[in-house]
């Protein structure tokens, strides 16, 4: 009894021993993480924070860039803004376009992803070809499209003429403007989310496939229940920031349509661009981008809640 | 996994097809025979003088081209002054300018349009140079340009640009396309809004080349278009506006007139050339300029600056008329490329920049040479008529009738307001009255704003 007393007086005071050498490591290695983050935090407070907090403040006055006067105004631009109906015009067609344009690309991404990753000769040629439009500028892409849906010389009107199809006016119709600027933007952008898929489909361990096709699973089955639930992390990252990318298009429009049909592709940044940079009411402007940023947050918040709480890491 | 595997192929051959459209399309470029441009240079460094002068301008097509040209001249005829050009698109550079002023930095000479004289003078950026002009004992005739240019130079009774050109809008018709519809291609331009429908409608030919006139008019299928509405439809309005006897706001400058009847029916022209006589394609989606170099447009509404694409771009055989009329009155809009100083620039770098903006003002004659109407009235008349036509022919009209952009400080804040309105109506949206009102509401917010 004596023995098992000593033991257990050794083993606790060998924990109490323990206990402030662990609590001093880890003291150590968040001492060394926040070193290592230093260099981020302070770049990203004086360039992002202090730049997103200073929008936040000149949204509060009549600023225009150059005038010395620059009175206070509250929340008149935020008033003024409520009641201006280009604003929600603006609002609806970015709603419209990240839309289809999130799901397009969420889609075509991971079936690309899941093609490039089966044992198929020439896989890897076929990830940098895929990846390639992600490197050109939106300047390229949107003129090389401006090109390719043109009416007159536009090749994909060209194709449509073999199938009895009269050539579509791609970037002049209302209604067919936003889907042709998502597609543009599909196409430019999906190379990127195929990556971040092709690695989510990497950790997937593949005794769940074997287990799965020996329970007799068919390939529906194990992309529905194994891939896609597994990748759900994936989906959330690629989802959540295509949400925030697209909501902020602005060179797809201003190169391939300026905006129009009438306003049939006006996007919000693009309303916030005449606003600051035509009329020079940076005020207003940054009313725009403040109400813009809170449209934003307020979407992914609502991600987070459908997907994110579905999601296991 | 097999099935897996081959509708994995089958996508990747899908994807494979598009990518290889696509990245082929963006890496060559249009393959045709027409001779491509040399690009402009953004930026060039001309001479080696110690005295350096910056200056920012929006000239991107052919005329950047010709001034950096002249200036090449300029710097090898005053050697101890270089030049430092940068060519930046016009909206981009009004953003770098502001962001300039802010930080102190501007360029030490830009060239802005006349009309945006009002907002940077209002910003006290700009240099007063009324003792530039021979009135007030300076170098540069005032009498030498005309009336409309004069009082393109003027905010608040102070004089702040120096004029380089008249640049402005006229058409361009291209006489094969006429001679394809049957049409002499040296009849007298119509006089009103009839008889101008009458020609499109001769001009605009089917596939099957019926006109437009014809029962058997097939307006699915146009080959050739008599006329195109989307070539910068907001200074092809105000033309219209200005033949019905409009104006964008009224006199004393405190409401927005540009949903009167005058407005409306000028507007009404132009959706009734696309929808009711179908004469030309809708404003969006129809590439003007490259409508006119394949011959799919006959008569083009265009500025002097189409002058060189027209002739270096194409084959056409073309030819230069006055603008339009569509009103019962004559009208066509022009404006003026003006040279602009910073107002803190003194001493030595002034005096240089003052040399060069003499030594352009005084060449002004070499200016014709890209396409644009030189701004001094003894420039233009010494032009010769066998190399620079549609100079002379576009320039005269800008004297008899030309309209400029309205002065005020909030000039391109109504544009903004009333360019996508006009776009509305012209493919359809709105009718021109929906869209003139649409488009005053704003504007008099602006107006009311900055009163």
């Given at each position: 009894?004596?023995?098992?007393?000593?033991?257990?007086?050794?083993?606790?005071?060998?924990?109490?021993?323990r206990?402030?050498?662990?609590?001093?490591?880890?003291?150590?290695e968040?001492?060394?993480?926040?070193?290592?983050?230093?260099?981020?935090?302070?770049?990203?407070?004086?360039?992002?924070?202090?730049?997103?907090?200073?929008?936040?403040?000149?949204s509060?006055?009549?600023?225009?860039?150059?005038r010395?006067?620059?009175?206070?105004?509250g929340?008149?631009?935020?008033?003024?803004?409520?009641n201006?109906?280009?604003?929600?015009?603006?609002?609806?067609?970015?709603?419209?376009?990240?839309?289809?344009?999130?799901?397009?690309?969420?889609?075509?991404?991971?079936?690309?992803?899941?093609?490039?990753?089966?044992n198929?000769?020439?896989?890897?040629?076929?990830?940098?070809?895929?990846?390639?439009?992600?490197?050109?500028?939106?300047?390229?892409?949107?003129?090389?499209?401006v090109w390719?849906?043109?009416?007159q010389?536009?090749?994909?009107?060209?194709?449509l003429?073999?199938?009895?199809?009269?050539?579509?006016?791609?970037?002049?119709?209302?209604?067919?403007?936003?889907?042709?600027?998502?597609?543009?933007?599909?196409?430019?952008?999906?190379?990127?989310?195929?990556?971040?898929?092709?690695?989510?489909?990497?950790?997937?361990?593949?005794?769940?496939?074997?287990?799965?096709?020996?329970?007799?699973?068919?390939?529906?089955?194990?992309?529905?229940?194994?891939?896609?639930?597994?990748?759900?992390?994936?989906?959330?990252?690629?989802?959540?920031?295509?949400?925030?990318?697209?909501?902020?298009?602005?060179g797809?429009?201003?190169?391939?349509?300026?905006?129009?049909?009438?306003?049939?592709?006006?996007?919000?940044?693009?309303?916030?661009?005449?606003?600051?940079?035509?009329?020079?009411?940076?005020?207003?402007?940054?009313?725009?981008?403040?109400?813009?940023?809170?449209?934003?947050?307020?979407?992914?918040?609502?991600?987070?809640?459908?997907?994110?709480?579905?999601?296991?890491y | 996994?097999?099935?897996?595997?081959?509708?994995?192929?089958?996508?990747?051959?899908?994807?494979?097809?598009?990518?290889?459209?696509?990245?082929?399309?963006?890496?060559?470029?249009?393959?045709?025979?027409?001779?491509?441009?040399?690009?402009?240079?953004?930026?060039?460094?001309?001479?080696?003088?110690?005295?350096k002068?910056?200056?920012?301008?929006?000239?991107?097509?052919?005329?950047?081209?010709?001034?950096?040209?002249?200036?090449?001249?300029?710097?090898?005829?005053?050697?101890?002054?270089?030049?430092?050009?940068?060519?930046?698109?016009?909206?981009t550079?009004?953003?770098?300018?502001?962001?300039?002023?802010?930080?102190?930095?501007?360029?030490?000479?830009?060239?802005?349009?006349?009309?945006?004289?009002?907002?940077?003078?209002?910003?006290?950026?700009?240099?007063?140079?009324?003792?530039?002009?021979?009135?007030?004992?300076?170098?540069?005739?005032?009498?030498?340009?005309?009336?409309?240019?004069?009082?393109?130079?003027?905010?608040?009774?102070?004089?702040?640009?120096?004029?380089?050109?008249?640049?402005?809008?006229?058409?361009?018709?291209?006489?094969?396309?006429?001679?394809?519809?049957?049409?002499?291609?040296?009849?007298?331009?119509?006089?009103?809004?009839?008889?101008?429908?009458?020609?499109?409608?001769?001009?605009?030919?089917?596939?099957?080349?019926?006109?437009?006139?014809?029962?058997?008019?097939?307006?699915e299928n146009?080959?050739?278009?008599?006329?195109?509405?989307?070539?910068?439809?907001?200074?092809?309005?105000?033309?219209?506006?200005?033949?019905?006897?409009?104006s964008?706001?009224?006199?004393?400058?405190?409401?927005?007139?540009?949903n009167?009847?005058?407005?409306?029916?000028?507007?009404?022209?132009f959706?009734d050339?696309v929808?009711?006589?179908?004469?030309?394609?809708?404003?969006?989606?129809?590439?003007?300029?490259?409508?006119?170099?394949?011959?799919?447009?006959?008569?083009?509404?265009?500025?002097?600056?189409?002058?060189?694409?027209?002739?270096?771009?194409?084959?056409?055989?073309?030819?230069?008329?006055?603008?339009?009329?569509?009103?019962?009155?004559?009208?066509?809009?022009?404006?003026?490329?003006?040279?602009?100083l910073?107002?803190?620039?003194?001493?030595?770098?002034?005096?240089?920049?003052q040399?060069?903006?003499?030594?352009?003002?005084?060449?002004?004659?070499?200016?014709a040479?890209?396409?644009?109407?030189?701004?001094?009235?003894?420039?233009?008349?010494?032009?010769?008529?066998?190399?620079?036509?549609?100079?002379?022919?576009?320039?005269?009209?800008?004297?008899?009738?030309?309209?400029?952009?309205?002065?005020?400080?909030?000039?391109?804040?109504?544009?903004?307001?009333?360019?996508?309105?006009?776009?509305?109506?012209?493919?359809?949206?709105?009718?021109?009255?929906?869209?003139?009102?649409?488009?005053?509401?704003?504007?008099?917010?602006?107006?009311?704003?900055?009163?």
């Amino acid at each position: 009894m004596e023995k098992t007393d000593a033991i257990v007086t050794s083993a606790s005071a060998t924990k109490q021993n323990r206990q402030p050498f662990q609590m001093r490591l880890r003291t150590r290695e968040a001492i060394a993480a926040y070193i290592f983050l230093a260099p981020f935090i302070i770049f990203f407070s004086i360039f992002v924070v202090r730049a997103v907090l200073s929008a936040v403040n000149i949204s509060f006055y009549d600023w225009q860039i150059l005038r010395p006067s620059r009175p206070y105004v509250g929340f008149a631009n935020y008033q003024e803004l409520f009641n201006d109906y280009v604003w929600w015009i603006a609002v609806r067609n970015t709603i419209i376009f990240t839309a289809m344009t999130v799901t397009g690309t969420t889609i075509i991404a991971l079936t690309a992803a899941v093609a490039v990753t089966q044992n198929i000769p020439g896989a890897g040629f076929f990830r940098v070809l895929l990846y390639m439009p992600t490197l050109l500028s939106v300047g390229v892409v949107g003129l090389t499209w401006v090109w390719m849906l043109s009416t007159q010389f536009g090749i994909i009107n060209y194709g449509l003429s073999f199938l009895g199809i009269r050539p579509v006016n791609w970037l002049g119709d209302e209604n067919l403007v936003l889907p042709a600027l998502s597609l543009t933007t599909i196409w430019w952008g999906f190379g990127f989310p195929m990556l971040i898929f092709i690695a989510g489909l990497q950790g997937i361990p593949e005794h769940l496939y074997e287990a799965a096709k020996i329970d007799g699973a068919n390939g529906r089955q194990l992309f529905f229940h194994i891939t896609l639930p597994l990748l759900r992390p994936s989906i959330l990252f690629v989802t959540v920031t295509g949400v925030i990318s697209h909501f902020q298009v602005f060179g797809q429009p201003f190169i391939m349509t300026s905006g129009g049909p009438g306003r049939g592709s006006f996007t919000v940044i693009f309303y916030l661009y005449d606003i600051a940079w035509r009329a020079f009411r940076m005020g207003y402007g940054s009313a725009v981008a403040v109400a813009l940023a809170i449209i934003m947050g307020i979407f992914t918040l609502i991600q987070f809640r459908i997907v994110g709480r579905r999601v296991d890491y | 996994m097999r099935k897996r595997s081959s509708l994995a192929g089958f996508a990747l051959f899908l994807l494979t097809v598009v990518m290889v459209f696509a990245l082929s399309i963006a890496s060559t470029g249009a393959q045709d025979a027409t001779p491509i441009p040399e690009p402009t240079a953004i930026v060039s460094d001309l001479g080696t003088g110690s005295m350096k002068i910056s200056f920012w301008n929006g000239l991107t097509g052919s005329d950047g081209v010709t001034l950096n040209d002249m200036l090449a001249q300029f710097v090898t005829e005053n050697p101890d002054i270089s030049v430092t050009t940068e060519i930046i698109p016009w909206n981009t550079l009004y953003t770098k300018l502001q962001t300039a002023f802010v930080a102190g930095t501007p360029p030490d000479v830009f060239m802005l349009h006349a009309s945006e004289i009002p907002q940077f003078a209002s910003y006290g950026v700009l240099k007063d140079v009324s003792g530039w002009y021979d009135t007030n004992g300076g170098w540069f005739p005032w009498d030498d340009i005309s009336p409309t240019t004069q009082a393109g130079m003027i905010f608040d009774g102070v004089t702040y640009g120096i004029p380089l050109d008249n640049h402005g809008r006229g058409l361009f018709i291209n006489e094969g396309a006429f001679e394809k519809a049957g049409v002499d291609p040296n009849v007298a331009p119509p006089t009103t809004f009839e008889g101008w429908v009458e020609l499109f409608q001769q001009l605009t030919l089917d596939v099957n080349g019926n006109n437009a006139a014809s029962p058997d008019f097939d307006k699915e299928n146009v080959a050739q278009w008599g006329f195109a509405v989307g070539e910068w439809p907001r200074v092809n309005f105000l033309a219209a506006l200005a033949q019905h006897g409009g104006s964008m706001i009224s006199e004393d400058g405190t409401t927005v007139t540009v949903n009167s009847e005058a407005g409306v029916a000028a507007l009404q022209n132009f959706i009734d050339l696309v929808y009711t006589y179908n004469v030309s394609p809708p404003e969006a989606g129809f590439d003007t300029w490259q409508g006119f170099a394949a011959g799919a447009v006959a008569v083009l509404p265009s500025g002097t600056w189409f002058r060189n694409f027209a002739a270096e771009q194409t084959d056409i055989e073309w030819a230069a008329w006055p603008q339009f009329q569509f009103g019962p009155g004559q009208g066509t809009w022009f404006g003026a490329h003006t040279w602009m100083l910073p107002v803190g620039l003194e001493g030595e770098k002034l005096d240089a920049v003052q040399t060069l903006i003499q030594w352009v003002s005084d060449n002004q004659v070499a200016w014709a040479a890209s396409g644009q109407v030189p701004a001094r009235l003894s420039a233009q008349a010494a032009l010769d008529p066998e190399n620079y036509p549609s100079n002379i022919i576009l320039g005269e009209t800008f004297g008899a009738y030309g309209v400029q952009d309205i002065q005020h400080v909030a000039v391109q804040e109504m544009y903004a307001a009333l360019d996508p309105e006009l776009s509305a109506a012209l493919n359809n949206q709105k009718t021109a009255e929906q869209a003139l009102n649409d488009a005053a509401a704003r504007m008099q917010q602006v107006l009311d704003r900055n009163r």
